[in-house]
């Protein structure tokens, strides 16, 4: 079985865990990453996303953060501080400046984002290919008001630095819509068996990567069955701030809500969505949903997407591991 995950950073990466220790040994997974997330910082190309799925993937990961390395010393950056470079509220470890390091080097000597990716996880061994969803550069920005006027900040600055405690306005993945598909991406996502969305931010996570010309139109038209599980439980994030990104494209932060928004395939394949002015194809066959979710069941299969209601809460590798069967079994059903 070839499955593709669309990923995330922490969500999508720790799912991805469950879901390596839920198949078999001639199983593969392909995950296509979010590089919207990237910065560059200190004149180096920083890719948190992608590191993040590398790290945790590969027994490298600090568990209680669920980003940066284990074991981590943090001297740089101490010394960066001391010659008064910033900035202060994005925290590089030593040993995650190596990597930054390495693969800055070989974007320098002229290796696409792919290439450099393919080589760092030589070293990691992640059990799955990780693909970036694309070689071109994208940063996803924030429109915010606040005392300095109406601007667009990097995401990471909104995140990390103010803690989404501004209203998000408008999302913008700036780049994107001149981007292409990395090598690899749009070919795994038509040969795949079954296609997942991790509980990973629907809108600057999964949707950054849609975002990318190509990659939305083939996931729509794929023959396998699509899947996602929801990162909204009891109407509020797993963790992060998804509500005020869900907030910035006028999406309730409910299970039911996100569902919807990704949209049901039924359509295109009964022909009944002709499409038109301001169309998108909708993406997903089955959502599953928490079980504290289950009253958005029925609401979410009118919809046209089948939906199920289970345990989502990511405690522990083998429980997570049980909602990757369930994804793949609700994949399984969709199929029939």
């Known amino acids: ?26 199983d593969e997974i392909t995950v296509i990453g979010n590089t919207g997330d990237d910065i560059h910082l200190y004149g180096l190309k920083v890719c948190p996303d992608l590191d993040t799925v590398m790290y945790t993937l590969g027994g490298g990961i600090h568990e209680e953060q669920g980003w940066g390395r284990t074991d981590e010393t943090w001297s740089i950056k101490a010394e960066m501080k001391e010659y008064g470079v910033g900035p202060e509220w994005f925290g590089l470890g030593d040993r995650d400046f190596a990597t930054h390091l390495v693969r800055s080097q070989m974007l320098t ?3 696409t984002l792919s290439q450099v990716t393919e080589a760092l996880c030589v070293r990691w061994r992640p059990g799955v290919r990780l693909l970036p969803m694309s070689d071109d550069r994208i940063e996803t920005h924030v ?15 909104y995140w990390v630095r103010l803690h ?18 990395a090598p690899g991406v749009l070919e795994a996502i038509a040969a795949a068996d079954v296609i997942l969305f991790p509980p990973s931010n629907p809108v600057v996570s999964i949707g950054t ?23 909204i439980i009891g109407g509020a994030p797993v963790r ?44 997903l066959d089955g959502w599953l949903v928490d079980t504290a979710d289950e009253s958005s069941v029925a609401a979410v299969e009118a919809g046209g ?25 609700l994949a399984e059903q969709v199929r029939a």
């Open 1 to 26: 079985m070839r499955i593709v995950a669309l990923a995330g950073g922490i969500g999508g990466a720790r799912f991805l865990r469950g879901l390596r220790e839920a198949i078999g040994p001639e």
């Open 109 to 111: 000597a002229g290796y």
């Open 143 to 157: 429109r915010i008001t606040d005392e300095q006027g109406t601007r667009a900040i990097h995401f990471q600055e």
């Open 164 to 181: 989404a405690a501004v209203d998000a306005e408008a999302i913008v993945p700036v780049g994107a819509d001149t981007a292409k598909p």
């Open 209 to 231: 990567i849609l975002a990318v010309p190509g990659i939305r139109t083939a996931v729509a038209a794929a023959t396998a069955p699509v899947v996602g599980l929801s990162p």
């Open 240 to 283: 992060g701030m998804a509500d005020k990104v869900l907030a910035a494209v006028g999406v309730e932060a409910t299970a039911e809500a996100v569902a919807l928004n990704y949209g049901s395939r039924a359509a295109l394949r009964d022909g009944t969505d002709e499409g038109g002015p301001g169309h998108r194809e909708g993406l």
């Open 305 to 329: 997407i089948a939906c199920r209601a289970v345990p989502l809460l990511m405690t522990d590798v083998p429980t997570t591991a049980e909602m990757a069967r369930a994804a793949l079994a």
